[in-house]
């Protein structure tokens, strides 16, 4: 009988631990993190943000908390979109500025260019490009200087001549060519005479180095330099002469009365 009761002891023993365990367990406060989470809260996105990090002994307190969030959340949302629009609105006010006071420049600027332009401007006669000679005048091809053909220049002044083969007596007016050629481009001579005084007065005057311009009967001009100048009787023939001057190659000879009606001079330029 004495086994029985031991076993019961045992067995009552066994019973009061289990019981006294279930009771430590059932007070034991359960751990927040496995609380179920309340509806409004899971709602909201920062909520679920704060429930992952903080552990919250009360339910109540963390749905006020995550409304309070999601406030602070949407005030600084609608600040910053504040802000974006009045940079736009700043922005689009400086560009109407900027607007404003480009056209006053461009109109400055239109109104003094055609003043530059006027001054630059420069009358360009246009130019034939498949005949461009024939647009040119002849003032523009001839040299202000320019002389006629038959003239010749003797150390400045100009005068014209004429033919006078072998005659007697010289021109009343200008020169006369009494032999030889008036070309410039023959390589020979030729012989000018003229009065004194009269148009050749001027030849009495060359000495050696002057020039004396001839432009022959074909437009051609030479200028010869005096290189030779002697006196001879009027009695003197031409065959006397004509090696003394002929022998000077392109060159020509002015002949003209001294003026005491006894001698010539004879001046020789090439």
């Known amino acids: 009988m004495k086994a029985p009761k031991v076993l019961a002891a045992s067995l009552t023993s066994v019973a009061a631990l289990c019981l006294a365990g279930g009771l430590a367990f059932a007070l034991e406060p359960a751990d927040p993190a496995t609380r179920p989470m ?4 899971q709602d909201t996105s920062i909520t679920k943000q704060v429930a992952s990090i903080i552990i919250y002994e009360d339910q109540e307190e963390a749905v006020a908390m ?9 005030q600084l949302a609608l600040q910053a979109v504040a802000e974006r629009a009045q940079l736009a609105r700043d922005h689009n006010r400086d560009d109407g500025a900027a607007a404003e006071d480009s056209p006053a420049e461009n109109a400055a600027a ?17 130019v034939d490009v498949e005949h461009p000679l024939e647009t ?3 003032e523009e091809v001839t040299e202000p200087d320019a002389m006629a053909a038959a003239t010749i220049n003797v150390n400045g002044d100009v005068m014209g001549y004429v033919p006078s083969y072998e005659t007697a007596s010289a021109p009343s007016s200008g020169a006369g060519l009494w032999m030889g050629s008036d070309s410039t481009t023959d ?4 012989y000018f005479i003229g ?3 009269g148009s050749f007065t001027c030849v009495m005057t ?5 020039p004396v311009t001839v432009c022959d009967s074909d437009g051609n001009a030479r200028t010869y330099y005096v290189v030779d ?5 009027d009695d003197t023939y031409w065959e006397d002469i004509q090696s003394h001057v002929t022998d000077y190659g392109e060159s020509i000879i002015l002949q003209t009365c001294c003026g005491d009606n006894a001698h010539y001079r004879v001046v020789i330029a090439n």
Request: charged share 30%.
């Open 38 to 41: 309340p509806e409004k809260a």
């Open 66 to 74: 995550a409304t309070e969030f999601d406030a602070v959340h949407d």
């Open 110 to 126: 239109a109104e003094t260019a055609p003043e530059v332009a006027e001054e630059e401007a420069v009358d360009v006669e246009p």
């Open 136 to 138: 040119i005048s002849p």
């Open 187 to 190: 390589g020979s001579w030729g």
């Open 195 to 197: 009065h004194n005084p």
């Open 206 to 210: 060359l000495k050696n180095g002057d």
């Open 229 to 233: 100048e002697f006196i001879v009787p």
